[in-house]
């Protein structure tokens, strides 16, 4: 091989590398350089109150103020950092040795702040009064409604969208609308039955709307709520004032009673506003033994995932003859 032949290997070699250098560099710098991502949020959503709410990172210490809301963020494998008290909903292995902060009826401002939370998820009608002293702490807060069917659907999906888990959220809500699917083919079409929603607690009783947890599950079965349409006692009311003769003159199928507190108050209270008139007597629920205290498990909070037990419940009550009766 020629001296000319060699430089001239020698140069294209040289050429070859320094072309590959620039190249390295070129890459380096589209790493190092990339499009700055800091002023996009990580998501941003309007709540139940119509707040709009952004996250500029996924939340890594949630504080949840609801059972229910821990029991559906940790479902989509979510996290918290500080969770409610509570005597009677369960609550996920993984959160039990979480730090409590109060019921969810009486939750402690105190204690959500020093846990120095990057969210909390608080219940619309329950928590709305401590969102300014949560934002003036610079702690974001989702209110949300949380009541019926079309709710828990919602929430599962945003819980899914905080946690960065939409497709396990997603698979979630497909296997309780089969379940609850599964359940409303079976309602009889032959047959429309009225029913009545009492909300008993040791101070009053009142009559719920389609908008509560029970009215909701009993539109899902085609029963008639004999108080549809009628004005709610306020506007942030899901409920409306109990009237024996309105109840006489509807004459329902059923009547599901809803109960909060004290069994045994509550029991003291309906038999002096309710059964010791004798027009209670001649209801046609009564003297079917149609008069069904619903488990507050199911009732008074929503249930959550556990939904379509709650729709399978009021099948049974409803129609025993097709989905065999409460045990």
């Known amino acids: 091989m020629s001296i000319l032949s060699k430089n001239k290997r020698l140069l294209m070699m040289v050429g070859w590398l320094i072309v590959a250098l620039l190249c390295a560099g070129c890459l380096a710098g589209s790493s190092t350089s990339a499009p700055d991502t ?49 005597k ?31 969210l909390v998820i608080a219940v619309q009608g329950m928590h709305d009064s401590l969102v ?56 009889p079409t032959d047959k429309q039955r ?21 009215g909701s599950i009993a539109q899902k079965l085609g029963l008639t709520n004999i108080a549809s349409g009628t004005a709610p006692l306020n506007e942030d009311s899901d409920n409306v004032p109990y009237s024996l003769e309105k109840l006489v003159e509807s004459d329902p199928d059923d009547v599901f009673v809803v109960t909060m507190g004290s069994a045994a108050e509550i029991e003291k209270r309906m038999k002096a506003d309710v059964e010791s008139n004798p027009a209670w007597a001649s209801l046609r629920a009564v003297k079917n033994g149609k008069v069904s205290f619903l488990p507050s498990q199911l009732f008074l909070l ?11 419940y009021m099948a049974k009550i409803s129609y025993p003859e097709v989905y065999g009766s409460v045990k």
Not at 103 to 115: A, G, Q, T
Not at 171 to 183: F, G, L, S, V, Y
Not at 194 to 214: E, P
Not at 302 to 312: C, R, S
């Open 38 to 86: 800091a002023g996009q949020a990580y998501l941003t959503v309007k709540d139940s109150t119509g707040r709009t709410v952004t996250l500029p990172k996924k939340p890594e210490r949630l504080v949840v103020l609801s059972p229910s809301f821990l029991d559906l963020l940790y479902a989509v494998g979510g996290q918290a950092v500080g969770r409610p008290n509570t």
């Open 88 to 118: 009677t909903e369960a609550i996920p292995e993984a959160a039990t040795q979480l730090p409590e902060v109060g019921f969810v009826y009486n939750i402690n401002l105190e204690k959500v702040v020093s846990l120095q939370p990057d």
């Open 132 to 187: 300014p002293a949560l934002e003036s702490n610079h702690i974001p807060v989702l209110v949300l409604k949380y009541k019926t069917l079309d709710d828990t659907i919602e929430t599962i999906r945003l819980l899914g969208n905080i946690a960065g888990t939409q497709a396990k959220a997603e698979n979630i809500i497909t296997d309780m609308q089969q379940k609850i699917r599964a359940i409303t083919d079976k309602i």
């Open 194 to 214: 009225k029913v009545a929603i009492l909300f008993a607690t040791s101070k009053s009783v009142t009559v719920q709307l389609d908008r509560t947890i029970a």
């Open 302 to 312: 929503n249930p959550g995932l556990k939904m379509p037990d709650a729709v399978e």
